[in-house]
Nanobody, 119 residues
Framework: QVQLVESGGGLVQPGGSLRLSCVISGGTFSAYDMGWYRQAPGSGREFVAAINWSGGSTTYYADSAKDRITSSKDNAKNTVYLHMNNLKPEDTAIYYC???????????WGQGTQVTVSS
């Protein structure tokens, strides 16, 4: 079974940047696309970004993320990244890594990492 472990969250001031990491292990994950979702307090989980794991590096973004967020990967390290710039208080949420089949249909989740944007 695929296992996902996120890291890199924390407290950051508005306008700051963070890079989240998700290490992938176990199972056969070459058939998945790797996604990032977030869940703010009192809200449902929403799609943020995704990237093809094999066969290329096509990326997908929510409209709200396109200008400030980038997804990348390092296949050799079995790791995907979420680069977030110009963070805003409304970006405060728990960020989850997922294995999607296909993009937008998560099959499994990581445990999440908290991102708090506050002065």
């Amino acid at each position: 079974q695929v296992q996902l472990v996120e890291s890199g969250g924390g407290l950051v001031q508005p306008g700051g940047s963070l890079r989240l990491s998700c290490v992938i292990s176990g199972g056969t994950f070459s058939a998945y696309d790797m996604g990032w979702y977030r869940q703010a307090p009192g809200s449902g989980r929403e799609f943020v970004a995704a990237i093809n794991w094999s066969g290329g590096s096509t990326t997908y973004y929510a409209d709200s993320a396109k200008d400030r967020i980038t997804s990348s990967k390092d296949n050799a390290k079995n790791t995907v990244y979420l680069h977030m710039n110009n963070l805003k208080p409304e970006d405060t949420a728990i960020y989850y890594c997922s294995a999607d089949a296909p993009v937008g249909r998560p099959d499994c989740w990581g445990q999440g990492t908290q991102v708090t944007v506050s002065s």
